[in-house]
């Protein structure tokens, strides 16, 4: 049998781009400053790079699956660019009160659901034991708890954690949590 790998699981808005609120269009997405330095790092340190991401932006009719396909894809290039390979993009483009109805629902796959890192940890062999979660919602965090991903960090506010999660470390970037966590 062979050896699973371990994985970081990056949150998309609010983590590697500035949250500008359903970014979907080229000229809205703003990396956020330094974080192909520290993705770069993590992947040294042989984490694969999985982005999971909540799309409801979709659901809620304010662009579509392709807008999504087509942002991701220019996402991508930028991180190849950087050579910086990213094992893997996962959304979730269902909300239960969506205006579109092909995509009004339930779903395991939006976080705080933890479907889309099950996916993940079977699509390239990962031990989530081993993996950890870079979240900017309360939702990131429940996620990675449910799916079994031991670690978590929570790029933000302290203030913004209910009770149960104030033990997970808060930085301002990802950057800053990669050079103080990982020696960047």
């Excluded at 092909?102 to 699509?123: H, I």
């Excluded at 390239?124 to 990131?140: A, P, R, Y």
């Amino acid at each position: 049998m062979s050896e699973l790998s371990k994985a970081i699981f990056l949150d998309r808005d609010g983590v590697i781009n500035e949250d500008l609120g359903y970014v979907y269009k080229i000229e809205d997405f703003h990396f956020i400053d330094g974080v192909f330095d520290a993705c770069r790092r993590l992947h040294q340190l042989g984490y694969k790079l999985i982005i999971a991401t909540n799309q409801s932006g979709i659901a809620r009719g304010y662009f579509t699956e392709a807008d999504f396909n087509t942002l991701n894809n220019w996402m991508l290039e930028r991180f190849s660019e950087q050579n910086i390979p990213v094992t893997g993009v996962y959304f979730c483009p269902y909300h239960a009160e969506a205006e579109i109805d092909n995509y009004r629902q339930e779903s395991p796959y939006r976080k705080p659901g933890p479907q889309m890192f099950l996916d993940a940890a079977k699509d390239h062999g990962l031990d989530l034991q081993s993996s950890i979660l870079v979240g900017d919602k309360l939702s990131d965090l429940q996620a990675a708890q449910a799916a079994g991903i031991a670690r978590s960090y929570f790029i933000g506010e302290a203030d913004k954690l209910p009770e149960e999660f104030k033990d997970i470390p808060v930085y301002k970037s990802l950057y800053e949590l990669v050079g103080l966590e990982f020696g960047g």
